[in-house]
């Protein structure tokens, strides 16, 4: 099983441009599910959710059985690396609701490129999944420390889920890698922005803000295919949000994978024309 789908869906400037003037709440999603079989949950990496919220996200994509919601974890579990605060009960109790009836495929432990393969990560690593261990936990790590066989090793004995991703190659970034150390093949692309990767200014979207051509999509497509040949399930996750470009390139994908062709509006064609050979005839 392959899905694909964007990181989040709650974007300003998806206005007039994936969404059309009107649409608003829950019926972005169901609009979005019309596309994909995914979608990432980004608000979780900054607070939990209640269990209402998550009981109207499941509403919005009853209609679509296949459908499924990846999760970002609390930042506070991966970029501060606490688990004795009262925010793991807050954050477990609001994803409950998914993750009874199947419908949440990966919660995602997203750390930053400062996460090296040491002793005291990998320590906590095995911490982490002892207190989410009735979580589908998948790992996404950013620092080449991390691109060898023993770590490969560690993850797969520690019951993790390896995130293949695909980021600009600065400094000492991990590779093109084509991992699987579980039931899932994951793929995360952030696109390839080099100049503003480590830049952190106002506008904090900008490090995503580039769109896949043609070509990188090929390639991207070639590592999926790799990833199908070893996992049961596979999800592509595309984080290159800002303008709606993350919906664009999941189309796209489909397309090269899947041959599939959609509905599309006029509005999202018009901002990328080369969708035109991706709409219904």
């Known amino acids: 099983m392959l899905r694909i789908g964007p990181a989040g869906w709650d974007y300003q400037d998806w206005q007039g441009v994936v969404y059309l003037p009107g649409l608003k709440g829950t019926d972005r999603l169901a609009f979005l599910a019309g596309w994909f079989d995914v979608v990432e ?10 269990p209402d919220m998550a009981r ?7 209609p679509a059985p296949a459908f499924r919601f990846t999760a970002k974890l609390l930042n506070v579990f991966t970029h501060e690396r606490r688990l004795n605060g009262p925010e793991l009960a807050q954050f477990r109790a609001g994803l409950a609701p998914m993750l009874a009836p199947g419908r949440l495929g990966a919660l995602l432990a997203q750390f930053p490129y400062s996460f090296h393969n040491t002793e005291e990560n990998r320590k906590y690593l095995v911490d982490l999944k002892g207190v989410l261990a009735d979580f589908p936990l998948a790992v996404e790590v950013r620092h080449r420390s991390w691109q060898q066989r023993a770590a490969r090793e560690f993850l797969a004995e520690a019951g993790l889920d390896f995130v293949n ?9 991990l590779g093109a890698t084509r991992w699987v150390t579980g039931a899932l093949g994951y793929l995360r692309c952030h696109g390839r922005r080099k100049e503003a990767w480590f830049e952190f200014g106002e506008d904090r979207g900008a490090r ?5 051509s043609p070509e990188e999509l090929e390639e991207l497509a070639g590592r999926v295919r790799e990833l199908q040949e070893k996992a049961k399930e596979v999800y592509v996750i595309f984080n290159n949000h800002p ?12 397309h090269i994978l899947l041959k599939k062709r959609t509905a599309l509006p006029p509005v ?14």
Do not use: H, M
């Not at 991703?165 to 970034?173: A, E, G, L, R």
């Not at 995503?208 to 896949?212: E, R």
């Not at 999202?268 to 005839?281: D, G, H, N, T």
């Open 41 to 50: 949950i980004n608000v979780t990496f900054y607070r939990p959710i209640t």
């Open 56 to 62: 109207r996200w499941l509403e919005a994509v009853a």
């Open 165 to 173: 991703i695909d980021q600009p190659q600065v400094s000492y970034s």
């Open 208 to 212: 995503y803000d580039y769109l896949y």
């Open 243 to 254: 303008a709606g470009q993350a919906v664009a390139n999941g189309l796209e994908l489909e």
């Open 268 to 281: 999202l064609v018009a901002a990328f024309p080369r969708l035109a050979k991706l709409v219904e005839e």
